[in-house]
Structures are given as C-alpha cells and as structure tokens.
C-alpha cells in the first residue's frame, strides 16, 4: 500500500530564517505531487504541483519554492520567512492521471515569529 | 475561476442525522469528493462519486449528487461525536492536475 510521509509535524521559525519542509511517498512511482497551504483551518491554496522529477508549477507566486529531486520526494523551501508564510502546510499525491483521488500527510504547523 | 460552495457550520445531536451540502460551477467536474479533517491532521479521503452517478452509499455516509443543479451532499446517519471535523467537498476535471476544494464545513455534534 502506498503511503505519504511528510515532516516536521510543527516547526517554529524567526522572521527570515530559511525553510525545508519534506515529503516522500512510498509504495508508488511517478506520482503527481502537491503542497497546499491551509490557513486558520479553513480553505486549502494550492502552492506547486509536480508531474515528474524537476517538474514544478506555481499556482501563486510567493516567498516559497518547490523542488524535486527525485521521484518520490517533493520539498518546500524559503530563504526568508515572512509572519505571512504561517500556517498548516499540506503535501499530497495522486497517481499519473486524473482518475484518482488526492491522498494528504499529516500535515506540518509552521508559525513564524 | 470555478468556485466550490459550502456552509461553514453545522451542528447537530448525537444520533441525529447529519447533512452537509456542496455546490460547484464547473459543469465538466467528472469526480467530486468529500474529505474529514480532525484538528491538527491532514485530510482523510471518506468517498467520492463519479458525475455520472446519483448516489453512492458505504455504510453510515451517503453521497447525492444532483448534476443538473451542481448539487453534491454529504449525509452521515447516526452521527457520532467522533464525526465532529471539518468536511471538505472537492472537484476534479478530467483533464486537469489540480483539484479544487471548498472552504469546509465545520461539524459540531453535540452529546
């Protein structure tokens, strides 16, 4: 069975620290990829999206970035913080093609002060 | 771009029904969801049902879809205080990466 791991459950940061937050899946190859930001416990944003090692789309242009460095593996990256990038961060995945669902980690709390 | 609508709050009693409703716009949505989220955690897949369906039941949940108004609800029968989550509705186009999620529906179930 496939399954999604993704890490720290909670960070803190300062204002202008640098970011990493990782997620790989397990049990699957060639996913399509995601992060998404939820913030006050509501709606979800989709960040980036990835369908293929190095592929990386950006659906609102901000203080972060994505990569893939390989397959199974999606980061989220910052080089400076901002308060405004506070908030519950989600990474996903789906299988190549439309026909399934997208499955959530656990999500990580990052609060920046 | 295509919006997905839903109420923000619901409260209900322990053992009473509960109904959470969803509207989209995007009339080529060929796969919509509906997902639970406890505090603190991610988002936990309950069902989803193809455009091509009406209904769709697994065991306590019950998905109507209404194609012609764009009309999804989500119905747990016997609603435990466990349910008490927030539920998100979710559509997919065929062609598209992305799916897009409704702001979530805060259920309360009251003992």
């Known amino acids: 069975s496939q399954t999604i791991h993704q890490w720290p459950a909670t960070l803190v940061q300062p204002v202008g620290s640098p970011l990493s937050l990782e997620c790989t899946v397990e049990g699957t190859s060639n996913p399509n990829l995601y992060w998404y930001r939820q913030a006050a416990g509501r709606g979800l944003q989709l960040l980036f999206y990835?369908?293929?090692?190095?592929?990386i789309s950006s659906e609102v242009p901000q203080n972060l970035s994505a990569s893939r460095p390989q397959d199974r593996q999606f980061i989220l990256s910052s080089k400076k913080l901002l308060l405004s990038d506070s908030g519950f961060y989600l990474c996903a995945w789906t299988r190549t093609g439309s026909r399934s669902p997208l499955h959530f980690g656990n999500g990580t709390r990052l609060t920046v002060t | 771009g295509e919006d997905v609508e839903q109420s923000l709050f619901l409260s209900v009693r322990e053992g009473d029904s509960s109904v959470i409703n969803c509207t989209y716009t995007d009339s080529s949505s060929t796969y919509l969801y509906w997902y639970k989220q406890e505090p603190g955690a991610g988002l936990q897949l309950l069902t989803y049902?193809?455009?091509?369906?009406d209904m769709k039941q697994d065991q306590r949940l019950t998905v109507l879809l209404n194609k012609k108004d764009k009309h999804l609800s989500l119905r747990i029968a016997d609603t435990q205080t466990g349910d008490s989550a927030i539920y998100f509705c979710?559509?997919?186009?065929?062609?598209?990466?992305?799916?897009?999620f409704g702001a979530g529906t805060r259920l309360t179930v009251k003992p």
């Open positions: 049902i193809f455009s091509n369906m």
């Open positions: 979710a559509e997919r186009d065929y062609n598209n990466n992305d799916m897009r």
């Open positions: 990835s369908v293929g090692i190095g592929q």
